[in-house]
């Protein structure tokens, strides 16, 4: 065993690795430990939590840095006497900020003890700036649009629209920046508004919690996964807007609330569900009017729908894993190979896509090669 040091000699002087209670209750009653609230109550849970009334030093440091192993965890769960301190939605003389941090607590986490953890430990920086980058890029992009073509409902219609470099078609594959540049295209006001309005409502809440890169992760497969789909069920259908990775968002938060429904204790969580649900499926619904049944004459087929399912089923499958615990590492929350086997699978679903793909380079290459023959 390493040698300790002076603060652990101290609270550990056999060096078991274990603090004795009437140790730890001497370090919190001379407060040289500067602790807030609910961290305070989370050690008192823990201590509580062990038979022999014993502290391990490893979880007291993993606390202090704002770590929480698993094995923390089920201390705090297994504990013999619940927090002594009044539930969170009791607090009084909050700020506006504040109340809203305490409103996105109680949208997104199911326990009570994760709620607080996540108040207490909320900061300003950085801030949820991907959804709001995102739907401000969305939003420049349709009025650049709108303004060229003059209209602003079906803009679909227009060839000058479909001509854009950021539409996905199957028959561009060669130019892989529109497998994601698409959803910055909608085909009107009322899919912009929508996806738009969903993805604030969502995925701000979603990224002040779970942070940027699993929320960046989780919209962008929705996105891929909706371009990837229309390359081998609709080829010969263009597919634009955000609704993939919207509704990847969508789709994971309400499974998560599903799965933890008993802990959630958003208000009228059956009303909001079924009505986010019936929106859900009217947007669904119009995608499909609109691809077979278009209301105006037009050039070619209209946007597939596609999109929209597939990122329903990216973010029931993949979101329920990276949205599973706030303030697990992305590694310990879940292995990478559940991560690394799931585009893998996806991508072997769609092989047939990929291999048309690459057959079309080939022949684009010979043909190239072919021209500048001087036979041609």
Do not use: S
């Given at each position: 065993m390493e040698p300790c040091g002076p603060r652990e000699c101290e609270l550990d002087p056999d060096n078991t690795g274990f603090i004795a209670v009437e140790n730890f209750t001497s370090l919190v009653e001379h407060h040289e430990l500067q602790l807030d609230p609910s961290k305070l109550d989370m050690l008192l849970a823990l201590v509580q939590s062990n038979e022999e009334g014993q502290v391990c030093y490893q979880e007291l440091i993993e606390l202090m840095s704002s770590k929480r192993s698993s094995s923390f965890r089920r201390a705090i769960a297994n504990g013999r006497r619940t927090l002594q301190r009044e539930i969170l939605l009791d607090e009084t003389g909050l700020g506006l900020y504040k109340r809203f941090v305490r409103y996105v607590a109680y949208?997104?986490?199911?326990?009570?003890?994760?709620?607080?953890?996540?108040?207490?430990?909320?900061?300003?920086?950085?801030?949820?700036?991907?959804?709001?980058?995102?739907?401000?890029?969305?939003?420049?992009?349709?009025?650049?649009?709108?303004?060229?073509?003059?209209?602003?409902?079906?803009?679909?219609y227009q060839p000058d629209f479909m001509k854009s470099p950021l539409v996905y078609h199957p028959g561009h594959r060669a130019q892989v920046w529109r497998f994601f540049s698409y959803m910055f295209m909608h085909v009107g006001l009322e899919q912009l508004g929508f996806n738009a309005l969903l993805q604030l409502m969502i995925g701000v809440p979603l990224e002040m919690v779970h942070g940027i890169l699993r929320i960046s992760l989780l919209y962008m497969a929705g996105v891929l996964a909706g371009s990837l789909t229309v390359s081998i069920t609709d080829m010969r259908a263009p597919v634009v807007g955000g609704s993939g990775g919207v509704y990847a968002l969508c789709s994971a938060h309400l499974a998560n609330v599903v799965m933890n429904w008993a802990g959630m204790r958003c208000p009228y969580k059956l009303l909001r569900m079924i009505l986010a649900l019936v929106c859900m499926s009217s947007e669904v619904g119009r995608a499909v009017w609109l691809r077979f049944s278009p209301p105006l004459p037009s050039s070619g087929p209209q946007p597939s729908f596609m999109a929209h399912l597939s990122g329903a089923v990216v973010g029931i499958s993949m979101g329920l894993l990276i949205l599973r615990s706030y303030e697990e590492s992305l590694q310990k929350q879940c292995s990478w190979a559940c991560v690394s086997v799931r585009p893998g699978l996806y991508l072997t679903s769609h092989s047939k896509g990929l291999y048309t793909f690459v057959k079309e380079c080939t022949y684009k290459e010979k043909k190239k090669v072919l021209m500048s023959c001087p036979l041609f």
């Open positions: 949208e997104i986490l199911p326990c009570e003890t994760d709620r607080r953890w996540y108040f207490h430990q909320n900061r300003l920086c950085p801030p949820p700036v991907f959804i709001a980058v995102v739907t401000i890029v969305q939003i420049i992009v349709f009025m650049c649009y709108g303004i060229m073509l003059n209209k602003w409902v079906l803009q679909t």
